[in-house]
């Protein structure tokens, strides 16, 4: 069962920058989409980026020109370098396939992201 674990949170100053990795155990990585999503309190999680296999990327528009995801299938992990955050980008960050598929692997304990002053 592949299992997700993401890391690089933390407490940054608003317009900070942090890099988010998140490392995957199984097979079969380097031919998906994935995502990195993330979670407000009070709200529901939603897909920020998202790179497939060949290294095409979307982003969701308010993260656009700040964040970039990339990834290393080499080392099953997926990075995502966030600059110029904002107080709005505060939420717990997730990785998993895009959204584009039907099921999802197991979440991860995602990692805390917080901007503030």
């Known amino acids: 069962q592949v299992q997700l674990v993401e890391s690089g949170g933390g407490l940054v100053q608003p317009g900070g920058s942090l890099r988010l990795s998140c490392a995957t155990s199984g097979s079969g990585f380097s031919i998906y989409t994935m995502g990195w999503y993330r979670q407000a309190p009070g709200k529901q999680r939603e897909l920020v980026a998202a790179?497939?296999?060949?290294?095409?990327?979307k982003y969701t528009d308010s993260v656009k020109g700040r964040f970039t995801i990339s990834r290393d299938n080499a080392k099953n992990t997926v990075y995502l370098q966030m600059n110029s955050l904002k107080p709005e980008d505060t939420a717990v960050y997730y990785c998993?396939?895009?959204?584009?598929?039907?099921?999802?692997?197991?979440w991860g304990q995602g990692t805390q992201v917080t901007v503030s002053s």
């Open positions: 790179i497939t296999s060949g290294g095409r990327t």
């Open positions: 998993n396939l895009d959204d584009a598929y039907v099921l999802r692997w197991p």
